[in-house]
């Protein structure tokens, strides 16, 4: 049995250790023990969705995901590109191949963030619902697409604008040892024929052939003096930066006078052989795009494709390619007739007003590059980098699509300009959640 003064001394003992404790007393130690606990615990209690001991690291291998994920949408959007960029409205083609990339990179983080367990939530109605944020990604999906069919229309407003009708054609004719393979016949001859017999009387043409050096075969003259009859010799190389400068020197020279837009129509079924490091073709072609003074090219056989396309768009013609000499009519007739369309992907030619279709460019890719930004940031459903993945997208958009501007303007490859933007669109810098079970049972 316990007596009054054992129990006396027992409470007293208890209440003075009571108070020794808050007021700083011997148990004092023992009571910033437990304040030290609550202060950690208030100091990294979770944000939404995030359990306790969770802390973050940056996530790098989100980071080459989406890059490798941005180069496999580069690859796939090309052949989509090479293939219809020649009968395909170009707004709805580059609505597509910017809607390729939206899925191929949102699909990638959507399915890397539930297999890794980083989604948490629906980041803007604050639910776990997957089926709702498919939904929302689909709907951005669209967004994009006709975003990018819009921007892409008012982008090419000034090439429609801008072109007219040519008032001359200059044939330019590869003569290179390799056609007598390739065009035993002369075919190419008969091609300009065929170009020629439906023009007006007063249309003038002129024609040149080219191997190693470039000489002129039939003088600037007009249609209602006769039709050329030409043939070739077959001999020697390809020298294309040759014969486009010859060209050039003769027009600013005045041996020739096509009107207000002349219209070279150069043909080859090789590769150059006289352009280089330190022999580059696109001081030529600016010139060109200068003087008003557009080149549709036709590749016949092996001929340089990347190199074709980008002499034609660089001054407002177009490219064909034919794979026999028995295609080069209706090829040339083509080469002779299209117009082309400059877009938000390639080489911009125009002079007229550049610089305001420069922030044009820039404007409309940095928006469109933020939009994927923030279906990417719906896709990886982890609030808590909402920031830091939004300022990185708007600051790689707006270097690739600065990149895209000036590249480009100063001769660089636009497929090479085209895959850093889409890496850039696509490298995904954010956080990601790591679960610390020491640091939860200690704040616990």
């Not at 003075?16 to 910033?32: C, F, L």
């Not at 790098?60 to 960029?85: E, H, N, R």
């Not at 990179?105 to 639910?127: D, K, M, P, Q, W």
């Not at 990601?432 to 079970?437: G, I, R, S």
Request: with cysteine; net charge positive.
């Amino acid at each position: 049995m316990v007596n009054k003064a054992s129990r006396s001394r027992t409470s007293g003992d208890w209440r003075s250790s009571s108070y020794r404790d808050r007021s700083g007393g011997s148990a004092g130690g023992r009571n910033r023990d437990y304040s030290r606990r609550d202060s950690g615990r208030n100091n990294t209690r979770p944000s939404r969705g995030t359990p306790a001991g969770t802390s973050e690291k940056m996530n790098y291998i989100l980071l080459a995901v989406t890059a490798g994920a941005g180069v496999i949408a580069w690859i796939i959007g090309s052949l989509v590109y090479s293939g219809m960029v020649d009968t395909a409205s170009r707004p709805w083609l580059i609505g597509l191949v910017f809607l390729i990339l939206y899925i191929i990179v949102v699909l990638a983080v959507f399915v890397y963030s539930n297999i890794t367990v980083i989604y948490r939530e629906n980041i803007l109605t604050g639910n776990p619902n997957k089926g709702l944020t498919a939904l929302i990604l689909l709907a951005g999906a669209v967004i994009v697409f006709l975003l990018a069919t819009l921007f892409q229309w008012l982008y090419g407003l000034s090439s429609k604008t801008e072109q007219a009708g040519p008032t001359s054609y200059i044939f330019v004719i590869d003569d290179s040892g390799s056609m007598a393979e390739n065009d035993p016949h002369g075919e190419r001859y008969s091609a300009i024929r065929e170009v020629l017999k439906d023009m007006d009387s007063d249309f003038p043409y002129m024609v040149y052939g080219f191997s190693n050096e470039t000489s002129v075969l039939q003088p600037m003259t007009t249609v209602s003096r006769g039709l050329p009859n030409l043939s070739g010799e077959s001999s020697g190389g390809t020298a294309i930066r040759g014969a486009l400068t010859r060209v050039l020197d003769d027009y600013e020279s005045g041996v020739w006078d096509g009107g207000d837009c002349p219209r070279v129509i150069l043909l080859t079924d090789g590769a150059a052989g006289d352009i280089g490091l330190f022999r580059p073709i696109n001081p030529v072609l600016k010139k060109y795009a200068k003087a008003r003074i557009s080149i549709s090219t036709i590749g016949l056989g092996q001929a340089d494709e990347n190199l074709m396309r980008k002499i034609a768009e660089a001054t407002g013609g177009i490219f064909i390619n034919v794979s026999d000499a028995a295609s080069l009519s209706p090829a040339m007739k083509s080469a002779a007739i299209q117009t082309s369309t400059h877009d938000l992907l390639s080489v911009r030619y125009t002079n007229h007003l550049s610089w305001l279709y420069g922030i044009l460019r820039v404007l409309f890719l940095t928006i469109l590059g933020c939009l994927i930004g923030l279906g990417v940031l719906i896709a990886y459903g982890y609030m808590n980098t909402a920031m830091l993945l939004l300022i990185a997208a708007a600051g790689t958009s707006l270097l690739g699509a600065l990149l895209m501007e000036l590249g480009t303007g100063l001769g660089a490859s636009a497929g090479l300009m085209w895959l850093l933007l889409w890496i850039l669109y696509s490298a995904t810098l954010a956080a990601k959640p790591v679960y610390d079970a020491g640091r939860a049972t200690a704040i616990r």
